[in-house]
């Protein structure tokens, strides 16, 4: 409650008329350093504009420089604490700099707020009317953050980032609160701070579970401050990770693979007659269903004409409508494969809790490949996970595929003479409709997949 309460007041103060009170209430060493900066110069003849000018900007970058100063003087005060000082003195410290990248940044916004105020004639926007270019104030927080992240291990960063410790205080409370990203100081040369900040930190954090929900909180930071539009999260040359290589068997390795599963299944299972449940998936559909992946890689290579790629017209429609012919006949595998049934409520409060203390004592790591073994096929088939990640590249293919810059290859040739526009066009209508068919029938695999997993994914995809 304490701390609430005295956030209220900070906020209070921050929208005071006088500058002086406010700048007054600050903490030493900062209430000196905004004192000098931000005291209006004295009252000169019109030829000393350009003296006043340069002097508001010398004091302006002393103030830079003394706040950065500051925060790496608590933030060496940090390093030097020791063990045997204990917990209670390294939260003091994390506090401290806590507090002072508070202070900064509602004096950052303080200064801002009255100084865009042109039409007002308060006190508080005539006493800053002399600062004639405010852009390091904007900024100003977020160097010092920038600074911050840069001086501490990973499990301070993640203290200062987000902590029950300290709940109106972290990175993640500046941001939720509007302060961080208020529009007075979040401006284009602070967003690109930001994103440098995040992308650091993502950088130090490891692929498995141990730092996932860490990672997390990042990624729900930069989708909420930064649009869709976001330049940085956009693909913009349009490229495609033609690096990732899907190994799968041969013809020979599969059909040795399906002779000795037999022949153990024979001696494990005399007299039942029954064959193990790989051998019901021949090699055309293995080889086609791990096949596509080499598509989904580079898709303006192997199925979309171009004069580089070294296919033709006639070779990439071909291509184009095996490319189709594959993925219709892999969704109806899907549709034929059942997914597990769904446990209750009940059911799944039990599996969910006893997969949390399980996680608690042992640390799961992900891969982001899948085996592509013969003998796991027609397991991989029902599996939820594998599923949810096939038919998500699959949408992103066809989404792919149906925008206004890809032009899908119809096989028509040019010749003299002729006018084959029309049949093109022909085409591509019964291209797009197909299309249009392929993503409906994948989102309703999306969504008969066993729930919870199942409707997440597809929210998340529609929006």
Not at 24 to 39: M, N, T
Request: net charge negative.
């Amino acid at each position: 409650m304490a701390d609430t309460n005295d956030q209220s007041m900070t906020d209070v103060t921050t929208n005071s008329d006088d500058p002086l009170t406010y700048l007054s209430s600050l903490s030493e060493p900062l209430k000196s350093y905004a004192i000098k900066a931000f005291s209006p110069p004295p009252t000169t003849s019109e030829d000393s504009t350009a003296d006043d000018d340069d002097t508001t900007t010398k004091r302006l970058d002393e103030l830079e420089i003394s706040t950065r100063s500051h925060l790496l003087t608590l933030v060496e005060q940090l390093h030097s604490i020791t063990n045997d000082n204990g917990e209670q003195a390294i939260s003091l410290a994390i506090e401290t700099i806590l507090d002072y990248l508070n202070s900064v940044t509602l004096l950052c916004l303080h200064v801002t707020r009255h100084h865009t105020s042109t039409t007002s004639t308060t006190t508080a926007s005539q006493y800053y009317s002399h600062l004639t270019n405010i852009s390091i104030i904007k900024k100003l927080p977020f160097l010092l953050l920038e600074d911050t992240i840069d001086s501490l291990p990973l499990q301070h960063i993640q203290t200062i980032w987000s902590s029950s410790q300290y709940p109106t205080k972290t990175i993640s409370s500046l941001t939720s609160q509007n302060k961080l990203t208020s529009p007075l100081i979040f401006t284009a040369p602070s967003k690109l701070i930001l994103l440098r900040i995040c992308n650091k930190i993502l950088k130090l954090l490891s692929n498995s579970n141990v730092d996932c929900e860490f990672a997390g909180t990042i990624m729900i930071l930069l989708t909420k401050v930064f649009p869709l539009s976001e330049r940085s999260a956009i693909n913009v040359l349009g490229s495609f990770n033609v690096g990732n290589e899907t190994v799968f068997e041969s013809e020979i390795e599969f059909h040795e693979k399906i002779n000795c599963a037999d022949g153990k299944g024979g001696e494990n299972n005399k007299g039942d007659g029954k064959k193990g449940s790989s051998s019901n998936i021949g090699y055309d559909f293995y080889k086609t269903f791990w096949g596509v992946q080499h598509i989904f890689t580079d898709p303006t290579t192997t199925i979309l004409y171009s004069k580089n790629n070294g296919l033709s017209q006639s070779d990439a429609a071909n291509a184009y409508n095996c490319f189709m012919k594959d993925i219709t006949s892999i969704l109806v595998a899907l549709e034929s494969s059942s997914t597990p049934v769904s446990k209750s409520s009940k059911e799944d409060e039990t599996s969910l809790t006893t997969t949390t203390e399980e996680e608690t004592t042992t640390t799961t790591v992900r891969h982001h490949k899948y085996l592509t073994s013969s003998q796991l096929l027609h397991l991989q088939l029902k599996d939820v996970q594998l599923r949810i990640h096939f038919l998500t590249q699959l949408l992103i293919i066809v989404s792919y595929l149906s925008s206004p810059t890809v032009i899908l290859p119809t096989g028509v040739a040019n010749t003299a003479g002729s006018n084959t526009e029309k049949l093109s066009s022909q085409i591509r209508v019964a291209q797009m409709k197909q299309l249009s068919l392929i993503e409906k029938r994948t989102m309703c695999l999306l969504s008969s997949t066993t729930p919870p997993v199942g409707k997440f994914v597809v929210v998340h995809i529609c929006v």
